[in-house]
């Protein structure tokens, strides 16, 4: 097999696809849960809100890795790892993989798992007994469990990849360059197969009151489920939620070599950076302009090419407007024949993870010729005038070509676009 | 930079003209000795018809973390090895190989490897040349 820098770029496919998310442990029941225009925002489970002025969440629900990790295993694993492994294997059971990659196989596979904050429930645990109790009770595996590349190195040690595998940490638009990562890494001939994604378990208390004090979170604890309202005019900011989604892409020939079904093509990613501000998007969302239409030359299209936008809508003032104004420009007189949805009205933000969530909800999409609908939108921002946003319960849509955006604090930028896969 | 480093005399202007086949590089040493034995390991098939001087720079400045990746992609162009510091009692694995220990070494160089290993199992491998190749 050669693996010399090929004198065109390689085209990549999704042949598998996983998830966990406040609305179902894999892709299948997350997507009825959108479609259905349903919530899984709630008060926080998992600990006790009482503290915080933002007491909502996206809980993952039922979390159970025990058919990859043994009882010792999962108590050396944080959270965001088994989330990471079980949304790996999920993808990989979908792309036919076998338990265990070996050979030229395991070799010409790799892994990256972005996350936004890694470990932190490790850590947060660790900061405290250090705290209480003194460095010399520190837990061995403080660092093995809360470093954020260890999950990467994790699914290729539970399944058996030996290619290129780190982390993408670039806060919320963690998970779109660990997927545009990926699908660089298999155009350049570095991997036929690359397993991609983002997981990310950081509803505790410290990080939920640190966003909070940012300012950055809805305060709508008496109505959990209609927090998240991405575009409306009461939007007080996003919901701080958990989660993992992961694809397996795939180059095109290795993929009809192995006769598995072709979910989508990836056909352009786009990445840059705002360069003005740590947490406020750059005036008028140029920074997300330039990133699709990165993509956009990528993949060799017009903007007037696109039926739907996956927004990164995460139901913050600032973003949501500057995405709207973005969308405008991306698409000038062509912007009110594009869908738009916001995921994140129903579950929240994943952060690292959401990137993948919604280029697995954007698949969706296409593969399903169905748009889930933005909840809660009730009173559009002034900016959203003109533009299909779709609310009030899923619509039906023949979706060719989808582009997701993803944005991350820091003013980190990424644009995916797939394409329905057509023999 | 460490207190051991010797400016070489002609080395420098002379790269050119005498890179004729050596080549050194940076084994990653902030980790374990285990750590060390694989960078070793790795070494061998691939060089041992040319035995390379082995060294690591992470140990004269604080080699922790991103520093420590960043410094022999800076420093290995040059014609001059940095020390091993601290090297007194060599791995077992080690023998055969050129550490640089304790003491720089001016050495016409044709091409570097910078090795990076992490925590997970990852591993990266860099390879520098001067500039003209």
């Not at chain 1, 196989?105 to 900061?127: K, M, P, S, W």
Request: aromatic share 4%; net charge negative.
């Amino acid at each position: 097999m050669s693996t010399s820098w090929p004198s065109e770029p390689r085209r990549v496919v999704i042949t598998g696809m996983g998830m966990l998310t406040a609305l179902g442990n894999d892709v299948a029941s997350t997507w009825r849960g959108m479609v259905s225009g349903r919530s899984g925002i709630r008060t926080i489970e998992s600990f006790d809100p009482s503290r915080l002025a933002a007491r909502i969440a996206g809980e993952v629900r039922d979390l159970d890795a025990s058919h990859i990790l043994d009882k010792k295993e999962v108590r050396r694993t944080d959270r965001y790892i088994q989330f990471g492994l079980v949304a790996s294997r999920q993808a990989m059971d979908q792309a036919g993989l076998p338990e265990r990659l070996e050979g030229e196989e395991a070799e010409r596979t790799g892994v990256i798992l972005g996350t936004g904050l890694g470990g932190v429930g490790t850590l947060v645990e660790g900061i405290s007994i250090n705290a209480l109790r003194g460095p010399d009770r520190i837990s061995p595996f403080l660092i093995p469990m809360g470093i954020p590349n260890v999950g990467a190195g994790h699914v290729a040690i539970s399944f058996g990849m030996t290619g290129p595998n780190f982390t993408t940490v670039s806060a919320c638009a963690t998970g779109g360059h660990a997927i545009g990562e990926a699908y660089e890494t298999i155009r350049r001939n570095d991997a036929d197969m690359m397993i991609a994604g983002g997981s990310e378990a950081g509803v505790y208390e410290p990080l939920v009151g640190g966003f909070d004090s940012m300012r950055a979170l809805s305060r709508r604890n008496d109505d959990p489920e209609g927090a998240s309202r991405p575009f409306d005019k009461g939007r007080d900011g996003f919901v701080a939620s958990e989660g993992a989604g992961v694809i397996v892409l795939e180059e095109l020939g290795h993929a009809r070599a192995r006769g598995v079904t072709i979910l989508a093509e990836l056909v352009g990613y786009g990445a840059t950076a705002d360069a003005t501000h740590i947490t406020l998007p750059a005036a008028g969302g140029i920074g997300a302009v330039r990133a699709a239409r990165r993509a956009l030359e990528k993949a060799g299209l017009a903007g007037d090419e696109i039926a739907h936008v996956n927004a990164h809508a995460t139901s913050t003032p600032e973003g949501d407007r500057a995405e709207l104004l973005a969308i405008r420009t991306i698409f000038g007189e062509h912007a009110g024949a594009v869908t738009v949805t916001a995921n994140k009205s129903m579950i929240g933000h994943t952060l690292g993870a959401a990137g993948a969530i919604e280029a697995i909800m954007t698949i969706q999409t296409i593969r399903e010729s169905c748009v889930p609908p933005t909840i809660n939108l009730e009173d559009p921002d002034d900016a959203a005038a003109g533009l299909d946003i779709v609310t009030g319960g899923a619509r039906s849509q023949d979706v060719e070509i989808a582009l997701s955006n993803s944005f991350g604090f820091g003013g980190q930028n990424t644009a995916l676009i797939f394409r329905r896969w057509a023999e | 930079m460490t207190d051991a480093f010797e400016r070489p005399t002609d080395a420098g202007a002379d790269a050119g003209a005498a890179a004729a086949s050596s080549a050194t590089s940076a084994a990653d040493e902030v980790f374990t000795p285990a750590d060390l034995v694989s960078a070793g390991d790795a070494l061998a098939p691939d060089l041992a018809a040319d035995p390379a001087p082995d060294r690591g720079v992470d140990d004269g400045p604080d080699g922790a973390t991103a520093a420590a990746q960043s410094e022999p992609a800076a420093v290995e162009t040059a014609v001059v090895d940095t020390p091993t510091i601290n090297l007194a009692d060599p791995d077992p694995e080690a023998a055969g190989m050129d550490l640089t220990p304790n003491v720089a070494a001016a050495r016409p160089v044709k091409a570097v490897l910078s090795n990076s290993f992490g925590f997970g199992g990852q591993n990266t491998a860099l390879i520098l040349t001067g500039p003209g190749r």
